[in-house]
Nanobody, 119 residues
Framework: QVQLVESGGGSVQAGGSLRLSCGIT????????LGWFRQSPGKEREKVAT???????SYTDSVKGRFTISKDNAANTLYLQMNTLSPEDTAMYYC?????????????WGKGTLVTISS
């Protein structure tokens, strides 16, 4: 069974940084889309960043220039470096993995890690 476990969430003040990690078991990264999503109470889940099979990255406009998605294939770990954090970034962050290119969508999801940004 494929499992994704997020870590690195917490509470930081505006302007600070956090690095989220997602360890994946039962699944190898090669030729698979990986990504980070987030959701706040009362809002729908939104894509934050993805890294496609060929290494191409994509970011939602609100985090572009501040967040960086990366991966370590040998460690089967996905990362999200978040800089210049704002209260608007407060949400539950989920990592996800697809079976093919990102355009196909995601199949596996983690349970989430909470990120809280205070001013």
């Amino acid at each position: 069974q494929v499992q994704l476990v997020e870590s690195g969430g917490g509470s930081v003040q505006a302007g600070g940084s956090l690095r989220l990690s997602c360890g994946i078991t039962g699944f190898h990264f090669v030729n698979h889309c990986l990504g980070w999503f987030r959701q706040s109470p009362g809002k729908e889940r939104e894509k934050v960043a993805t890294i496609d099979r060929d290494g191409t990255t994509s970011y939602t406009d609100s985090v572009k220039g501040r967040f960086t998605i990366s991966k370590d294939n040998a460690a089967n770990t996905l990362y999200l470096q978040m800089n210049t954090l704002s209260p608007e970034d407060t949400a539950m962050y989920y990592c996800a993995a697809g079976l093919s290119y990102c355009v196909v969508g995601m199949t596996y999801w983690g349970k989430g890690t909470l990120v809280t940004i205070s001013s």
